[in-house]
Every structure is written in C-alpha cells, then in structure tokens.
C-alpha cells in the first residue's frame, strides 16, 4: 500500500469520525434538552389534567414554631381527640406528583417533580428521593436534577441565594420554601446531605426542610452541589399563585 493511499484512508478515517463526534454532540447538547422539554411539558398537562379531574385534598398550614405554644395540661384533658388524617396515597414510581417554581432561575422556569431518582425519570423532569418527606410535610423534602443535558434544569444552581424562593404546587397547595445559604460541593457518597435533618445545612433539629441536589462540575459528575432551605408559607391553590409567582 502506498503511503499517498495510506494517508488518505487515515485522512477520510479522520473526518468520518470528527463527524460522529459532531452528530454526538448535537444529540447530547440538543436533542436530549428537546426530548426533555417535550417530557416535562406532557407530565406537567398530566398532572393538571389529574388534578383537575381529582382535587387533591389540601394539606393542614404547619404550625409556626412561634406561634404555637404547647396547650396547658387542663386544657390537653378536657380536649376531645381529634381523628387521624388518612394516610396519603403514596407516589408512584416515575410518575409526576408536583410542580417545582424557582424565580431565580427565570420568571418561566417550571419543571414537574417526579417520584424516584432514576436515571429515566431525570429525562422527564427532577426527581425526588423516595423516601424523603412530601412537600410541607416533616422531615427533609429532597429533589435532584440533572445540571446539564436532559433540558439543564439545574443549569443554574450556583447563582442560588440565601432567600431566594422554591416554589412546590401539589395541586391543593403552593409550598414556598427559602433558600438559606449558598450551594455547597459535597461528593455523591455524602448521603447524609438529605438526612431528615440535613447534615451540613446548620438546621437545628425537626423542621420541614428542602434538599435540591444537582452534578459537580458542571460537565461531569465526580461531585455534587447541594442547596437547602426551609419551608417559609404554604397557601391554597384556590387562592391563586403566591406572590413570588405573581409577577
């Protein structure tokens, strides 16, 4: 074979696989973002088409803490007992449950919160960590998403500020959570992070918390960034979008 011959075999060699490598990268970066797109967007009319046919009974506003001193030993006796609540029906694996709203991450900025965190539900939308508390309910409610591809929901993670607001709509009620500090970088074995009290969040025993998890770095995987915030208001549906919405 001559060299002339072996030059342009290894020339067009080249440039077929430059092409693979482009058409790879179109798919990872675009279509993979419009597939989620489409995704979500169907989940989200799922989950209203649901709640529309089923409304979803309204969750009790969580006491405030400072508000609501514990009642005397009399009046605890003379009280007549209250029934319990049914338990809640619980969430279906890879299906939509909620609507997630981060005003920081822009006024249109919407995804739908599926149940599990599984490598097929994050191409349709965040993922919560079964297991974990529901929205406005005790206990730590934790959600990943992925920071690039599939959409890049999380794109925008590190601009999160102490104060910004997570918006959660369970169809009966908007769960406004406040973010209380600055993502922090852990690596993925720190399970820890979505504890029911979450280690290294500075939260001091119970209370009704959020864990948003997403990949670190930005292309890759070898750690995570962690954000947590508390649970600030809860309001019906019934009477409209709270305000961090409304604008």
């Not at 609507?99 to 149940?115: A, C, K, N, Q």
């Not at 960590?129 to 925008?156: C, E, I, L, Q, W």
């Not at 993925?188 to 770095?217: I, K, Q, W």
């Amino acid at each position: 074979m001559s060299v002339r011959l072996v030059v342009r075999t290894f020339s067009e060699l080249c440039i077929t696989v430059g092409a693979l490598i482009i058409l790879f990268v179109v798919y990872f970066l675009f279509w993979t973002g419009v597939k989620a797109a489409d995704a979500a967007e169907g989940e989200i009319d799922t989950l209203r088409s649901q709640w529309a046919r089923e409304p979803v009974a309204a969750a009790p506003s969580p006491p405030s803490p400072s508000r609501s001193p514990s009642p005397s030993p009399s009046a605890s006796a003379s009280a007549e007992p209250s029934a319990p609540a049914p338990d809640p029906s619980p969430y279906r694996d890879g299906k939509p449950f909620a609507t997630m709203h981060i005003p920081r991450f822009g006024s249109g900025w919407e995804w739908p919160v599926l149940e599990n965190t599984e490598v097929r539900t994050l191409q349709k939308g965040l993922g919560h960590y079964s297991g974990t508390a529901r929205p406005g309910d005790m206990g730590n409610f934790a959600v990943a998403g992925h920071r690039r591809t599939y959409g890049d929901p999380f794109k925008d993670f590190p601009k999160l500020r102490p104060g910004d607001a997570v918006v959660v709509n369970d169809g009966a009620t908007w769960f406004t959570y406040r973010i209380v500090k600055e993502p922090h970088r852990t690596v993925p074995t720190d399970t820890a992070v979505v504890d029911p009290v979450p280690r290294g969040s500075g939260f001091e025993g119970a209370g009704r918390y959020l864990t948003l998890t997403t990949c670190e770095p930005e292309w890759g995987s070898s750690h995570r960034l962690i954000a947590w915030a508390h649970l600030d208001a809860t309001r019906p549906v019934s009477e409209g979008k709270p305000p961090e919405l409304a604008g």
